[in-house]
Structures are given as structure tokens and as C-alpha cells.
């Protein structure tokens, strides 16, 4: 195994850490979800009130369920990343996950800017090139 093998390898575990970290922010907003989902309910206010709770509940449960699920995407993302490093697939894409990492600071942009070096190199670039077919032209 080659000294890139290994750094490659540490690369996909790390993609898989940062994934846990963004499941675990990307879940925050849950009480906000829940509060939102409250106040849609009345539960927490008067029918007599004529602030429009209604309207910051939908705020709460829109803002909320958008954070949830944009956090599991990328999570989602990260993991697929990690596979696809380890089994040395999918150039473009671990290239591509490499920079929207970036935005989740500050692990993401340290394993981001590391994985675009590591991605940039000609030897590791090769070992995710396809074979070539023998004979065929």
C-alpha cells in the first residue's frame, strides 16, 4: 500500500466523522420544529389573540424542516463521498463534495481543502481512472 492509499483512506474516515457531526448540527433545529408546530396548534397562545402566531409558526416549521433536511443531504452527501474515496470511484464528485464541505466550518474546510490536495495529484487522479480494456481500441 502506498503512502497515497493511506492518505486517502484517513481522507474517507474523516468524510464519515465530519457526516456525523453535520447528522448531529443539521438536528438542532428539531425544538424549533416543535415550537413552530405549537404555535400552528395553538397550544401555546389564546384564540382571542390577534397576534398571528400561525405566521411564525410557519416560520419556525419552514425555516426549521429546511435546516433538517438540507443537514441530512449533505450528511448523506459526506458519507457517499467517503465510499466512493475508499473504493477510489467517482472522481468528480469527491471533488465536488470535497468543496461544498468547505462551508462546514471548521472541520469541513480543513478536510475539504485537504482532500482537494490530495485529489489534485496525478498518481491519486490515476488510481480513479478506469482500466483499460486490453485489445479493444
Not at 484517513?10 to 433545529?29: D, E, K, R, T, Y
Not at 458519507?79 to 463534495?97: E, S, T, W
Request: hydrophobic residues 55%.
Amino acid at each position: 500500500m502506498s503512502r497515497d492509499d493511506d492518505n486517502l483512506n484517513v481522507l474517507a474516515i474523516f468524510h464519515f466523522v465530519v457526516a456525523g457531526f453535520a447528522v448531529l448540527v443539521s438536528l438542532f433545529p428539531t425544538v424549533h420544529l416543535l415550537v413552530g408546530i405549537g404555535l400552528l396548534s395553538g397550544f401555546f397562545t389564546e384564540p382571542t389573540d390577534p397576534f398571528p402566531y400561525a405566521l411564525i409558526g410557519w416560520v419556525f416549521v419552514i425555516g426549521a424542516s429546511c435546516w433538517i433536511v438540507l443537514g441530512l443531504v449533505f450528511s448523506a452527501s459526506m458519507i457517499g463521498a467517503g465510499r466512493c474515496l475508499r473504493a477510489r470511484r467517482r472522481y468528480q464528485f469527491c471533488l465536488v463534495m470535497a468543496g461544498v464541505a468547505c462551508i462546514f466550518m471548521p472541520f469541513g474546510t480543513i478536510l475539504g481543502v485537504l482532500t482537494i490536495l490530495m485529489l489534485t495529484k496525478e498518481t491519486v487522479r490515476a488510481q480513479f481512472e478506469p482500466p483499460t480494456a486490453q485489445g479493444k481500441p
